[in-house]
């Protein structure tokens, strides 16, 4: 068969993958491209994900793309709404039309004398082998891998004789109604399933090793609400966008400023919201500072409802063993349980699972570093779009697209091919990607390529720095190596 060439293939086709589709048609109309897409849906994460209550957990102000405006009156939204957005905005854009669905991505091939990425593909279920070229490849995989959450090895969950389904992997057979459920986890999918379940279980109880911080916000923005009665959707939009962004920004530097204040902060809100004669220094009280691991967002407080209504509890305890009827803990309590939901987490994974050569030469991700967020040391014309830790993902990836299209545009108006971030200062350390000491992240650090410990390979997880480096700076840095 003859191989396809394309300017551009993009790997995915979640929120990243359609919001690269927009950027590229927008900013590179004469370039052609693809999206290569494993699953037969649109939306990723957002389809992937069908757990009760599944929902952002930051605004959709900062996780809706720059150029389509959310204009729904929930902030924190809905699974559903969120994935119907993402296909609106392909189909809008007619970035549906350029997406091979069934199509996952096994291995890419770069050479420098043609100047191409021969990129394989398995197709369908029969899994037949089809390859593409292109000449700049954007993985929008996402992070983490598609075939199964983690799930560490509990002792007796054989014994147990009511069903123990993981997140990720949720169906609509799933019976709760009226049942004893046990949710293990506390974080994000675990505070979000609590609520949502406890509307129907006989009871649920979160069974957590140790406590996470949990802050309530509002479902509903008011003032992103009011300013969209008042302006244009564009204008309510941006001015929205900026005031989340700046809000976030202003609490994660606090956090590192002065994390025992906004400790106290946090604690004081859980406190408010679960009376005085709960244990909040038990069950809501980490041992680590706020955003040293992600902190959990409630709206409304549903969490805290479902505790003080008594739909719900928190165990803080470690699991000694499943038993035929439930969970025993090391305390020696037992968790009677019919369900036993294992919101433990996800596999993270590197650039789709995707093997990487270049020239011949196999490509460790873990032996690079990673420029600007985005690029591999020494892995010629290709970008990744990959999101915040604490912000919205979206942020990240707009600029990352918007930086991958001045790049493409800069080699086209000077003739260049092939373009290389090279570590060409030798003073630059190299520290992990992640500084995250949650387990999923400190399970899987070692196979993530390296930040450096200044720019341009430094990772300064900040929008308005990001801003400056990927929109304004020179795209020529001496860092980036053109041929
Ligand atoms: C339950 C959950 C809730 C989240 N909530 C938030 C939130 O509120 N705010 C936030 O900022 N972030 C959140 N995140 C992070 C979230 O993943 C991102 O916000 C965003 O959805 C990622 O989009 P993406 O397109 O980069 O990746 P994904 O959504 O993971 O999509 C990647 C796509 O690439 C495809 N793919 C992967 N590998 C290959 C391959 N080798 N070949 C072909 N196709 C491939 C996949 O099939 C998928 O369709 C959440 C994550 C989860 C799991």
Known sequence: MPIEHVD??????????????VHLQKNCPDRTFVILEGRDAIGGTWDLFRYPGIRSD??????????RPWTQAKAIADGPSILDYIRETA?????????????????????????????EAERGPAREVVRFTCSFLFMCSGYYSYRSGYTPEFPGVESFRGRVVHPQKWTDDVDYAGKRVVVIGSGATAVTLVPEMAK???????????????VSLPAEDAVANGLRR???????????????????????GLSRRAPRRVK??????????????????THFTPTYDPWDQRVCLVPDGDLFKAIKDGGASVVTDRIETFTEKGIRLRSGAELEADVIVTATGLNLEVLGG??????????DPSKTMNYKGMMYS??????????????SWTLKCDLTCGYVCRLLNHMKAHGYRQCTPRRNDPSITEEPALTFSSGYVQRSIAKFPKQGSRAPWKLYQNYALDLVALKYSAVEDGTMEFA
């Open 91 to 119: 189909k809008d854009y007619g970035i549906d039309r350029k997406i091979r669905y069934g199509h996952s991505v096994k291995r890419a091939s770069w050479s420098s004398s043609d100047a191409r990425w021969t990129v």
């Open 200 to 214: 129907k279980a006989a009871h649920v109880t979160m069974l957590q090793r140790s406590p996470t911080y949990v």
């Open 58 to 67: 930051s605004d959709m102000y900062t996780l809706g793309y720059s150029f």
């Open 378 to 391: 020494d892995v010629p014309n290709l970008a990744s779009a990959f999101g915040y830790t604490n912000a």
């Open 230 to 252: 008042h302006l244009p959707p564009r204008v309510a939009y941006g001015v929205s966008r900026w005031k989340n962004v700046l809000r976030g920004m202003f609490f994660f």
């Open 8 to 21: 551009v293939a993009v790997v995915g086709a979640g929120l990243s993958g359609i919001g690269a589709g």
């Open 354 to 363: 995707v093997e990487l050569t270049v020239d011949g030469r196999s490509i």
């Open 264 to 281: 106290k902060l946090i604690l004081r809100g859980v406190r408010e919201a679960l009376g005085p004669d709960y244990d909040v220094r």
